[in-house]
């Protein structure tokens, strides 16, 4: 398969999904749009990955290209079905491309913290054989408030309704990582927004805490971040 991945951070990339994307034999091509990339067309690649980033889904004026980005969304999504992954402004860039709404957090949610499944999340495919309740790193302070019509919520937390969603067959977002690897937190507070939220967030210690709260998951993070990487092929490769 080849995927063309969209980046709005250098440091913000497919993290350990890029091992298990190398080790399969798949090839992915970034577009690393915050230093002007032009978007490519969607014509000889098979899907749609959209990363994170330091900016927020609203800030068109600043970030012009992100009006362009949102209907490159929607096209691979809506018009020609292509199979999706979000993360975080991945998961918000798909909400929005698809008519749903977002906003600044109530709560801001920084740290290694949970995630409930929905009804339609365990028993859905994107997290088959991942625990009902289970932990993954949070680091955002804007969220999806309204889901697109037709779209499924598919997990959820005491701060944040919309942890996951899916749009028909083959699209999947979720606010969170598992792609967790073990330098991404130091490459992810080397962002200025990033390091005075984790700083307002857990205080002047907040790296090494949040580093440690990751250390104390790595194994289980890359063996559910395997699991639903395996899902998100086979939801792939529905017709």
Same mark, same amino acid.
């Given at each position: 398969?080849? =995927?063309?991945?969209?980046?709005? #951070?250098?440091? %913000?990339?497919? !993290?350990?999904?890029?091992?298990?994307?190398?080790?399969?034999?798949?090839?992915?091509?970034?577009?690393?749009?915050?230093? !002007?990339?032009?978007?490519?067309?969607?014509? !000889?690649?098979?899907?749609?990955?959209?990363?994170? &980033?330091?900016?927020?889904?609203?800030?068109? %004026?600043?970030?012009?290209?992100?009006?362009?980005?949102?209907?490159?969304?929607?096209?691979?999504?809506?018009?020609?079905?292509?199979? +999706?992954?979000?993360?975080?402004?991945?998961? *918000?860039?798909?909400?929005? #491309?698809? &008519?749903?709404?977002? &906003?600044?957090?109530?709560?801001?949610?920084?740290?290694?913290?949970?995630?409930?499944?929905?009804?339609?999340? @365990?028993?859905? =495919? =994107? +997290?088959?054989?991942?625990?009902?309740?289970?932990?993954?790193?949070?680091?955002?302070?804007? %969220?999806?408030?309204? =889901?697109?019509?037709?779209?499924?919520?598919?997990?959820? @937390?005491?701060?944040?309704?919309?942890?996951?969603?899916?749009? !028909?067959?083959?699209?999947?977002?979720?606010? +969170?990582?598992?792609?967790?690897?073990?330098?991404?937190?130091?490459?992810?507070?080397?962002?200025?927004?990033?390091?005075? #939220?984790?700083?307002?967030?857990?205080?002047?210690? &907040?790296?090494?805490?949040?580093?440690?709260?990751?250390?104390? *998951?790595?194994?289980?993070?890359?063996?559910? #971040?395997?699991?639903?990487?395996?899902?998100? +092929?086979?939801?792939?490769?529905?017709?």
């Amino acid at each position: 398969m080849k =995927i063309l991945v969209l980046q709005h #951070a250098h440091v %913000e990339h497919p !993290g350990v999904f890029r091992t298990f994307l190398n080790e399969d034999g798949h090839k992915w091509v970034a577009v690393h749009l915050n230093d !002007g990339d032009v978007l490519p067309s969607l014509d !000889g690649f098979d899907a749609l990955w959209v990363m994170g &980033g330091p900016m927020d889904v609203w800030e068109e %004026e600043t970030y012009p290209w992100l009006r362009d980005e949102k209907k490159l969304i929607q096209e691979a999504v809506e018009g020609r079905g292509m199979p +999706f992954l979000g993360l975080c402004l991945g998961h *918000q860039l798909l909400a929005e #491309a698809l &008519g749903g709404r977002c &906003g600044p957090s109530e709560f801001v949610e920084i740290g290694v913290l949970t995630v409930q499944l929905t009804n339609e999340g @365990s028993t859905g =495919i =994107i +997290f088959d054989g991942l625990p009902e309740t289970f932990h993954c790193l949070q680091w955002h302070s804007a %969220e999806v408030i309204q =889901i697109p019509v037709g779209a499924q919520c598919l997990a959820t @937390s005491s701060s944040c309704a919309i942890q996951a969603m899916s749009w !028909g067959p083959r699209a999947y977002s979720m606010q +969170f990582h598992l792609e967790v690897e073990h330098d991404t937190v130091d490459n992810w507070m080397a962002i200025p927004s990033y390091s005075e #939220a984790l700083s307002s967030a857990l205080g002047s210690n &907040g790296g090494s805490m949040l580093k440690a709260a990751c250390n104390a *998951q790595a194994v289980c993070f890359k063996e559910m #971040a395997e699991r639903l990487y395996i899902n998100w +092929f086979h939801a792939a490769a529905k017709i």
